[in-house]
Structure formats: C-alpha cells, structure tokens
C-alpha cells in the first residue's frame, strides 16, 4: 500500500490566544507553555462536509486521479451534525464517489486505524486499487467554551489521503483498551414515553494529567512495537509524525526514544488538536512543502478517547 496523494482544508476563522483571552481567564503565556498551542483555526460560517470535500478533492486531484477511480472511501469522524447518514456518504456525493464507503470513530488514532484497515482491504479485495480516507473533524462544537483547560486545545480541520497498491506500508499496531474517565463526552439523547432512568449530557471532559501519562505510555509502546518487530532501529527512522495533542506529549516521547527534534515535525502551533485530522494535516504539509523525500521512513503514530491509540511504519516513495 502506498500514499499516491495528499490533501487538507481549514476553516477561514483564525482564532488566536490573544483572542480567547479576552473572555476566558487565561494567556498567550499560559496556553503556549503549556500546549505549545499559539492560534488554531474554527468553524464559524463553514459546514464540515463541506471542508471534508475540499480535503479529498486536493487530495484525488495531488494523486491525479478522479474519485470514480475510487474503490473505497473511509471516514474518521468523531462528532458532526449528521448523526445519519455517515459523514462519508454525504462526502461520497460531494465529491462524485461511488464506491462502498463507511464511517468509523477511534477518536484521534481514526487515521492509523483507516490505514490499517485499507491495507488489509488491498490484501483481500483483489479489485481494489485506490482507497480514499479522509478525516474530518471539529472537536471544538465538543468543549464548554468557558472551560480553558479544554477548549483552548481544539481547532477544526480535514485531511485526505489517496491510497493504491504497493509495498511502502511495513508494519502497524494497534492498541485499545476501555479506559473512559480520562476523557469524554455524553450527550442526551431524544426522549421516549418509555425512559425512566436518569440520563444527562455534557461537554467534553478531559483529565489532563491522566490523559497525559496514557497518551505517552501508549505511543511509546506502539511505535517500539511497529519499530523494533519490523526489524528497524530507532535511528534508521526519517522522520516520526506524532499526533499533535501537545507539544509537552511530543517532547516527552522524543526523548524517551533519544531522538533529534529535526525528526518530530509539528505544526500543534498553527492548528491545536484537529482530533484524527491532525496527522493527516501534518502529512500533507510536509508533502507540500517538499520535507519528504522519495525514501524517507515516517513513523505515524496516535492516540485518543478510548483509550485508543496506534502507529504504523512506513516509506515514503511519493515523488
């Protein structure tokens, strides 16, 4: 399986700590020491679908194909306004897609996961060629917009990728285990004549401390595992692209592994936590701006709700 083509959109709305400072208790200060976060970007007029279908059509258009080359589309979404259909088919007919598609939630490890399950469609559906995944997210229609601990993190975004057959993607894991205080969200659902228990919804919770501990205990382990399994040292590795969460996660775990900071690309200081898009995102820069060389070997790697997370191995052959 290889990457044939990348693609991302934002929304318009630049929202900058200076800006949230204003009716929140906080600062530039004290949210870029401790997230590495400086500005993000929001939906405000944007509908979701709507930056979802843009991603995919830079991403088929970065591949040159056309999305009826398409065999299977996935989506990773954790929240939108659709609670049906899937976000996935309503991107199918924006972007004039025909092909079987589905939608699926691992929270912010959604990317590794389309990927691992793309690879294994490729292994048993003779007639698939190309695999579309997209990402698309707006986490912060999630977070209570008076809490600085949460809503400070998130901004909004979707990226896409175009897959095809190959031999660059060498190894993945993948790790889950039910672990919900942490972080996440209820919301109520519609009522019935029926209901008698007790039920609430909420904005999202995060307990950042744990979440911190698990997110690096958890990347750590999957990205040894892909590494070391597929016979890799740690040095041999180009370039490892970490989910941007916090720039504070992403140092931990470089030095954990001793590796140089040149090799932990990050773009967490324009964009925040894009949730599933924050790979993706952060892979088609680097394949714009021409970081990426025909050879390299990147480390993906994630993590989210859940707990979920998971890495994958791979060469980066994309001219």
Not at 178 to 196: A, D, G
Not at 197 to 223: N, R, T, Y
Request: proline share 3%; glycine share 6%.
């Amino acid at each position: 399986m290889n990457i044939i083509g990348t693609g991302r959109a934002h929304p318009s709305l630049t929202v900058t700590n200076e800006m949230l400072s204003r009716f929140l208790d906080t600062s530039d200060e004290w949210i870029t020491t401790r997230t590495g976060i400086k500005q993000r970007q929001l939906i405000s007029h944007e509908k979701l679908e709507d930056l979802a279908a843009e991603a995919c059509n830079n991403a088929l258009e970065d591949a040159g194909i056309s999305a009826k080359d398409i065999d299977f589309f996935i989506c990773s979404n954790v929240v939108n306004e659709y609670i049906t259909p899937s976000l996935s088919c309503i991107v199918q007919g924006m972007i004039g897609a025909t092909c079987a598609c589905f939608d699926l939630n691992s929270a912010c490890a959604g990317f590794i996961y389309a990927l691992d399950i793309a690879n294994s469609f490729f292994k048993t559906k003779k007639e698939v060629n190309h695999i579309l995944i997209l990402c698309a997210e707006e986490p912060t229609r999630m977070c209570d917009w008076q809490e600085r601990s949460t809503c400070v993190l998130f901004g909004d975004g979707a990226a896409a990728v175009v897959l095809s057959r190959g031999d660059d993607f060498i190894g993945s894991s993948l790790s889950s285990f039910s672990c919900v205080e942490p972080l996440y969200q209820i919301r109520e659902l519609e009522k019935t004549p029926f209901i008698t228990k007790e039920e609430f919804g909420g904005p999202l919770v995060m307990k950042g401390q744990e979440v911190f501990k698990l997110a690096v205990k958890s990347s750590l382990s999957d990205i040894r595992k892909v590494v070391e399994d597929n016979g890799y040292t740690y040095d041999e590795v180009d370039y490892y692209l970490l989910h941007q969460a916090n720039i504070r996660i992403i140092d931990t775990i470089r030095r954990s592994l001793d590796q140089d900071e040149v090799k932990f690309p990050h773009n967490i200081r324009h964009y925040g936590n894009t949730s599933s898009a924050s790979l993706p995102i952060l892979l088609d820069e680097l394949n714009r701006n021409q970081t990426l060389n025909s050879g390299d070997t990147i480390v993906l790697s994630a993590f989210g709700a859940g707990f979920t997370s998971g890495a994958c191995l791979l060469n980066w052959s994309k001219q």
